[in-house]
């Protein structure tokens, strides 16, 4: 079975810029989570969206927005990026939504803002 | 405010020097305590679940407790593959996931 899928896994932009990161999630997973990770804050969770739907979003500014397709995949988007947006960007993926109980977890994209 | 808070922040340990790590959290209404592990380079990867005070889980060196102010995550005997980032994140009643920072655990052969 494969595992929840990201792409890119790096990317490098400069300020102002705004980047579109997709998650594949594990097939028949409906939810998808998204995490923002650095070393001073921690994991912080985005939003999930469960069919096609946001159910649940952190506390981010309208900057940060997703999506999700009607099999399960989800982009979240960035706009006009900060210094303080380079994280690592995590998707996890599960079987139903504010199912946090084993969420499977992508390997990420390595945001670096410039 | 909701708060989970992890210590200690970096372990280090012999091979087979049994030890906890500790996941203490002030949060309104708890519907779940998550504990998962992160190597470098990739995502985390589940472990546990606890729901309620008393509860607890094991799966080969680990051992995962409850309490209604914290949580264990203990590790006896542990290998050097043991090593890696060990996170916690409790749910509140809003459903809203808050984790803690994490603590290293470096087991050394």
């Known amino acids: 079975k494969a595992g929840v899928t990201q792409t890119p896994r790096y990317l490098i932009k400069t300020r102002g810029q705004q980047v579109t990161l997709s998650c594949s999630p594990i097939?028949?997973?409906?939810?998808v989570s998204w995490y923002q990770q650095t070393p001073g804050q921690g994991l912080q969770f985005l939003f999930e969206?469960?069919?096609?739907?946001?159910?649940n979003k952190g506390n981010f500014p309208g900057r940060f927005s997703g999506r999700q397709f009607s099999n399960s995949r989800s982009e979240m988007n960035v706009s006009t990026l900060e210094l303080g947006d380079s994280a690592l960007y995590l998707c996890?993926?599960?079987?139903?939504?504010?199912?946090?109980?084993?969420?499977?977890f992508g390997p990420g994209t390595r945001l670096t803002v410039l | 405010e909701d708060q989970v808070t992890q210590s200690p922040e970096a372990l280090r340990l012999q091979e087979g020097e049994s030890s906890s790590l500790n996941c203490s959290y002030t949060v309104s209404g708890l519907r779940g305590l998550f504990w998962y592990r992160q190597d470098p380079g990739k995502g985390p990867e589940f472990l546990f679940t606890l729901y309620s005070a008393g509860e607890e889980k094991e799966k080969e060196r680990l051992k995962a407790t409850l309490t209604k102010k914290e949580s264990f995550l203990h590790i006896t005997a542990p290998k050097p593959e043991d090593s890696a980032t060990y996170l916690c994140a409790v749910q509140d009643s809003n459903y809203q996931l808050i984790w803690g920072a994490g603590t290293k655990l470096i087991i050394k052969p």
């Open positions: 097939s028949g997973h409906r939810s």
């Open positions: 996890a993926s599960s079987l139903g939504h504010y199912s946090y109980n084993e969420q499977f």
């Open positions: 969206y469960f069919s096609e739907t946001q159910r």
